[in-house]
């Protein structure tokens, strides 16, 4: 089982990146894709999450509006559009896999079955 995270980097406030994970090792559409990011010092915050057989939606209040993801279900994977991106948005960013859409974007619970390697994103004031 693998969960490969990427599409970090530097950006200007303002600007736009959008993240990738890749799974494999497990059948996609019977798992929740999502995402939860930590800032240094601050605890864990989930950020989206996404039902690939459904297509339900999960959003944290902090981005509604400014991120969107969605899923390629022949390519096994799973996007984080993030729009004006603020200094606040600094942070790891690590994709999870559950069953629960609600166990993703719950990362404090530390319970979803399967998380990839985190990837920097880095806003720029």
């Known amino acids: 089982v693998q969960l490969q995270a990427s599409g970090g980097g530097l950006v200007q406030a303002g600007g736009s990146l959008r993240l990738s994970c890749a799974a494999s090792g497990f059948r996609f559409d019977d798992y929740s894709i999502g995402w939860f990011r930590q800032a240094p010092g601050r605890k864990r915050e989930g950020i989206s999450c996404?039902?690939?057989?459904?297509?339900?939606?999960l959003y944290a209040d902090s981005v509604k509006g400014r991120f969107a993801i969605s899923s390629d279900n022949a390519k096994n994977t799973a996007y984080l559009q993030m729009n004006s991106l603020t200094p606040e948005d600094t942070a790891v960013y690590y994709c999870?896999?559950?069953?629960?859409?609600?166990?993703?974007?719950?990362?404090?619970?530390?319970?979803?079955?399967?998380r990839g390697q985190g990837t920097q994103v880095t806003v720029s004031s």
């Open positions: 999870a896999a559950d069953p629960l859409c609600v166990v993703v974007i719950t990362p404090e619970l530390n319970a979803y079955d399967y």
């Open positions: 996404i039902s690939p057989g459904t297509g339900r939606t």
